[in-house]
């Protein structure tokens, strides 16, 4: 299983960023996908998740600025990110979860910074 994260960078305070999540050796649209963060010094924190169905759960600190979506013939989730504040700031890392298993993708670096 492999989940391969990208489109991380440095970005300016009201800047966007776009991430994706390539997903291969799982069957996509039957996981749940989130993307998680770590800031420096802090817990890794849930930003979003989307289920196999559609549904969307944000943490209330991106709620419409952040937007999880999926493309399941693509096997991979997006995080669209506006209005970037330096708070968010983080290591993004991809996820799947189904039942009682759990995939984690190595993290791709967020800096928002001027």
């Known amino acids: 299983v492999q989940l391969q994260a990208s489109g991380g960078g440095l970005v300016q305070p009201e800047g966007s960023l776009r991430l994706s999540c390539a997903a291969s050796g799982i069957i996509f649209s039957i996981y749940t996908m989130g993307w998680y963060r770590q800031a420096p010094g802090k817990q890794r924190e849930l930003v979003a998740a989307?289920?196999?169905?559609?549904?969307?759960h944000y943490v209330d600190s991106v709620k419409g600025r952040f937007t999880i979506s999926r493309d399941n013939a693509k096997n991979t989730v997006y995080l669209q990110m506006n209005s970037l504040q330096p708070e968010d700031t983080a290591v993004y890392y991809c996820?799947?979860?189904?039942?009682?298993?759990?995939?984690w993708g190595k993290g791709t670096l967020v800096t928002v910074s001027s």
């Open positions: 996820n799947a979860e189904v039942r009682d298993l759990i995939y």
């Open positions: 989307i289920m196999r169905g559609g549904t969307t």
